[in-house]
């Protein structure tokens, strides 16, 4: 594939990430925005990397504000940036239908970027897009917006150089920047083909039973890290009550039928032991940047509500398959006493 097009929807943190990594390997880009974006993309976009404390450039995009003007235009991938409480928004519904009507048929396979049972379908039903032109995929780097509030921030040392970017980004050192769901196959194969020809980081591919049950788990864990007021993951570990909590809602949603023969495995090799292992190990990898900052600043505020639809749905779910999901239904209860109890007044 030479000179493939990519067409980014939104550009925030994981649009503008995504898209310079894509710059790297070669592909054109172009970004759907909303219009008043326009602005601050009428100029190269400068990235902050934790990783070398150095400035990268992304530079030569066109931009869209409205899906009508697509017509005409051929794109190999569509990105879609959006989370999934946004894809289910009045607005989110209408960008989904209007970027259906302008390339769905035309050989373009959209990526959707946001998480969580049932996402899939909706974006399936509401852009018209073929089953052979649907995958899933999430960048696996750390990102936000310089200027965000409540953001992880570098060292005084680096301070000046990460406040005169727009994005900030940490990239692991396992190398891994981006997944895709393993199928359809020939499109997933071309877009890890594509990303890993930056050279700076690849695209792995994993089933899709994993990939959203990877995903769905883990907002059990930052919702218990919200009750245990984003002390960090030793002092959560260490509130055994409510980290047992966290566990076993992680391996009821892994017990999800649609889950299958992947769902049964992780349930069963899931202990309390071993999540604790995984989830020190997420923490040493993103010491750079703070695993427990960026989750605070990400899951605790920009993209919550996805993240508590997402947990909301593994529990009707399960219930419909007979299910009691108790551990995922305390601990919503539980966050919806805190933030209730945390609620400014008036």
Known sequence: MSNPRVLIVGAGALGLTTAYHLQLAGAELAFLVRPHRM??????????????????TLSSYEVFTSPADLRGHHFDFVLLTLDGATCRSEQGITTLSELGEALAGTGTVMIINGVGVGLYEHVMATSGFAEKDLLEGTMTMFAYQVGSSGTPLPSPDHLDLHNSADIAYLKFDDGVGFYVTSKPRRASKAFCALYSRSGVATCKRMPRSVFVMSSSMFFAFTVASELNGWKGTDELIADKALWHLSCSSQREITGLKRFGLAGKLATKLLTD???????????????????????????GGKVLEQDIQILENCVALGEAEGRGMHATRALLDRWREHRLSTAPEG
Do not use: C, V, W
Request: no cysteine; hydrophobic share 30%; proline share 2%.
């Open 39 to 56: 602005e601050a993309l009428s100029r190269p976009q400068r990235l902050y990397s934790y990783g070398d404390h150095e400035i990268k």
């Open 273 to 299: 032991k071993r999540l604790e292992k995984m989830m020190r190990n997420s923490d040493r990898k993103a010491s750079a940047m703070g695993f427990t900052e960026f989750n605070r600043f990400h899951h």
